[in-house]
């Protein structure tokens, strides 16, 4: 995806499949969704990503016709959310963060039901499912009942059942949470394919590493997108310098580098400190200075590397800058 282009849209040769319009949502005082502009292009996978609490699975459910917004407007595939719900539901598909299909029925009878609740064709139905099985790797579990499915199996029967009817969009909320990393790879090897036929994807995730394989991201903290970009142009985004610290005095050497005004956060990464600081701050030698100066109070410093910026650190930055309230 072009880079040059405005962040906030898809790209201009793209229709925009989802499109919602100053969406918001409270429950009593509570801002669950905060004036949430958004739009997602056919063919495209948009990440929306933010810890636990963001809004990310009440503005999935907004965009679902399942919860009735404050205010704003959807649009799904061109039709008028308020007004054309069935016509906007006929063409999306929903997989949910917990497992809602039938515990005590097989694979092949969860997949039969969910045919039969969208009113498929049985001939079309069962050349469709006899497909996306192979395709998942889940053909020689037809049988199986779905209670005695491992967790990512699972997801994977979730996310065939809801691709039976052949959806223009998908929308899944945090499908991978608590599944194994094999199968999280697994997973993601499905959807690639639906972005190439031209699926929109919008898919909900804590997972940082996740984020990374989306064309675009949306940053959502207490309700609000901080920001829209690609993965690439938020890593260009980062306001702060970093550097990797090394000590075995990790507690005393945070204490202290948090009382420096130039540093912004301290952060304990896999045994070492991970620093941000202020890049225009004078006299800090890209970072060093704050090592020399650990050393003269006395904290043995072992190692002091530049390091390059995550997404991670990026969205640290944003929450900050942004104080996390709406």
Same mark, same amino acid.
């Given at each position: ?46 990440? $929306?990503?933010? =810890? ?8 999935? *459910?907004?965009?679902?016709? +399942? @919860?009735? &917004?404050? %205010? ?99 929308? $899944?909320?945090? =499908? ?8 999280? *790879?697994?997973?993601?090897? +499905? @959807?690639? &394919?639906? %972005? ?131």
């Amino acid at each position: 995806m072009n880079t040059s282009l405005d962040p906030q849209s898809p790209a201009p040769d793209r229709q925009p499949a989802i499109r919602a319009v100053g969406l918001r949502k409270t429950f009593g005082e509570t801002v669950a969704v905060a004036d949430l502009n958004l739009a997602v292009a056919e063919g495209e996978i948009f990440g $929306l990503v933010g =810890p636990d609490g963001a809004g990310k699975t009440t503005a999935i *459910r907004l965009l679902l016709a +399942l @919860l009735a &917004p404050d %205010a704003g407007e959807v649009r799904i595939g061109g039709y008028d959310l308020r007004r054309q719900p069935r016509e906007a539901r006929a063409i999306v598909g929903y997989v949910p963060q917990q497992f809602a299909l039938y515990g005590d029925l097989s694979v092949a009878e969860n997949m039969r039901f969910v045919a039969e609740v969208r009113g498929l064709e049985p001939q079309s139905y069962a050349r469709r499912a006899h497909e996306l099985l192979a395709l998942a790797g889940l053909a020689p579990f037809t049988e199986r009942l779905a209670r005695d499915l491992s967790g990512g199996m699972r997801q994977k029967l979730s996310l065939l059942s809801a691709l039976l009817h052949q959806p223009r969009i998908l929308l $899944l909320d945090e =499908p991978t949470t608590g599944v194994d990393p094999v199968s999280r *790879r697994d997973f993601w090897r +499905l @959807l690639y &394919p639906l %972005a190439a036929q031209g699926v929109a994807l919008l898919i909900s995730t804590p997972y940082l590493d996740e984020a990374q394989r989306c064309h675009r991201l949306g940053f959502m903290v207490a309700g609000r997108l901080l920001a829209v970009d690609t993965p690439e142009g938020l890593l260009r985004r980062m306001p702060d310098a970093l550097i990797e610290i090394r000590t075995e005095e990790r507690i005393e050497a945070r204490r202290l580098l948090r009382q420096r005004r130039e540093v912004r956060r301290v952060e304990v990464i896999g045994g070492a400190l991970r620093v941000a600081f202020d890049p225009h701050a004078p006299d800090l030698d890209a970072g060093r200075a704050l090592c020399r100066w650990l050393a003269e109070q006395g904290i043995p410093v072992a190692a002091c590397e530049p390091a390059t910026a995550t997404l991670a650190d990026v969205f640290s930055a944003l929450s900050d800058s942004s104080g996390g309230s709406p």
